[in-house]
């Protein structure tokens, strides 16, 4: 019954044998050839727009959920995202953040505080359904909206 010390010495004399050898470096090389090749192939080229600023990433994860979490990005609660969180990606995807921004409207001096991921003044106003179609407003239309949040004072016509 060979011991443990014979086998090994079988394997170290197969090893230093030119055939050993060879298939030795062979099967290295394909090991290091085939971890490079998976290496490569599995990242996914995504399209990440937060807040309207796009940016290519390459990114390892599988799921929306997990790219976020590997950009460092977090949702609160009135955040969105689109496709959902356990969306699975594919290479070339858009993936889209919006944090929600506080608004604070003023209407003809009844005050009411929204959350909004609208990024203009006038796109928030049609996204919450106020209407301000001749109304005099104190920020113009065209205002963006920061992180921040604005306040917003609107006067609607009167006859």
């Given at each position: ?25 062979g099967t ?56 959902t969180l356990d ?73």
């Open positions: 019954m060979p011991g443990p010390i014979k086998v090994w010495s079988e394997v170290l004399s197969f090893l230093a044998s030119r055939s050993g050898r060879l298939l030795a470096q290295v090389l394909s090991a290091v050839v085939g971890a490079t090749l998976a290496y490569a192939d599995s990242g996914t080229t995504l399209n990440l727009s937060v807040d309207g600023k796009s940016r290519q990433v390459q990114a390892g994860a599988t799921t929306v959920r997990e790219l976020l979490a590997a950009e460092a990005i977090t949702l609160g609660q009135y955040d969105l995202v689109a496709p969306t699975p990606l594919a290479d070339g995807q858009d993936v889209i953040v919006r944090y929600a921004r506080p608004l604070s409207v003023t209407v003809d001096g009844v005050p009411k505080i929204y959350q909004t991921t609208e990024l203009t003044v006038d796109g928030a106003l049609a996204a919450l359904g106020i209407r301000a179609d001749g109304a005099k407003l104190s920020v113009s239309r065209s205002q963006p909206l920061g992180r921040t949040g604005l306040a917003v004072a609107l006067t609607t016509p009167k006859t």
